[in-house]
């Protein structure tokens, strides 16, 4: 692996899990005022970005900040945000549909849109805190090395890794544990091939992570509907990503 990537998920890394470290522990029963808490969360969400920056600096200064920047990366593939965008929620109806034909009970939620001030703040702010590390940077340095499988599988591994912290939160149920590596990595595979097609651009990946946020199915426990949302729809992005990952032939965007 490039030693630019290791140093870019060690840093994003750090800088979330500093930032959630105050919350995890007033959680958990620390004597940490709410407030002092919650305000480090916005910085924390914004960790992979700020981080790719840092790298980027690191790699070429202004030269290497404009490489994350490319006006060419933008526009190219904009005919696919509205597939990104609805992706995830199409992942999730396609599983409920077939737990419903395998004689399951449709839950009592039919998609997890963002409700309260805070869902919906990181449903604005994860994209724009994630994407430019994870697609807009490691991903790009990763596919000429590694080809689109094993850098999707990275990055998902990366990405669930990060997330380790808010995990670990009072009232997460085990099989969300179980479920969550899974569900991620796939949908890693599945943003690889839009960033491939969409020839890098960083629009298409800001859409499908807000996707994910405008139909969390990982909240389902928090709507009282259990494990089963959650599993079928990583049953159907599993099986979506292997036939993803078996069509995609190059490693670069054009």
């Not at 910085?43 to 200064?61: D, Q, T």
């Not at 960083?202 to 426990?221: E, F, K, M, Y």
Request: charged share 10%.
């Amino acid at each position: 692996m490039p030693p630019a990537v290791v140093r870019f998920f060690v840093l994003a890394c750090a800088i979330t899990w500093l930032c959630q470290l105050p919350l995890l522990l007033q959680q958990w029963g620390a004597p940490i005022p709410p407030a002092a808490a919650m305000a480090p969360l916005a910085l924390g969400a914004v960790g992979p970005s700020a981080a790719a920056l840092v790298c980027a600096w690191k790699e070429g200064g202004r030269a290497g900040l404009s490489g994350l920047f490319s006006p060419r990366r933008a526009p190219a593939g904009w005919g696919y945000v509205p597939l990104a965008l609805c992706l995830p929620a199409a992942l999730h109806l396609l599983g409920l549909s077939l737990l419903l034909l395998a004689g399951g009970t449709m839950p009592a939620t039919l998609l997890y849109t963002p409700v309260t001030p805070e869902q919906r703040g990181i449903a604005v702010l994860g994209p724009a805190g994630e994407e430019l590390g994870w697609r807009g940077y490691a991903l790009r340095r990763l596919l000429p090395s590694q080809g689109p499988a094993l850098a999707s599988v990275v990055v998902g591994f990366a990405w669930t890794f990060w997330h380790l912290p808010m995990m670990c939160l009072p009232g997460v149920p085990w099989w969300s544990w179980a479920l969550a590596p899974l569900f991620i990595t796939a949908l890693s595979v599945l943003m690889t091939a839009l960033h491939i097609k969409s020839g890098g651009s960083l629009l298409v990946a800001w859409a499908a992570h807000l996707g994910i946020h405008l139909d969390n199915v990982s909240r389902a426990h928090l709507s009282g509907d259990g494990a089963a949302p959650l599993a079928v729809t990583t049953l159907v992005a599993l099986v979506a990503a292997a036939i993803t990952a078996r069509r995609m032939r190059t490693c670069t965007p054009t």
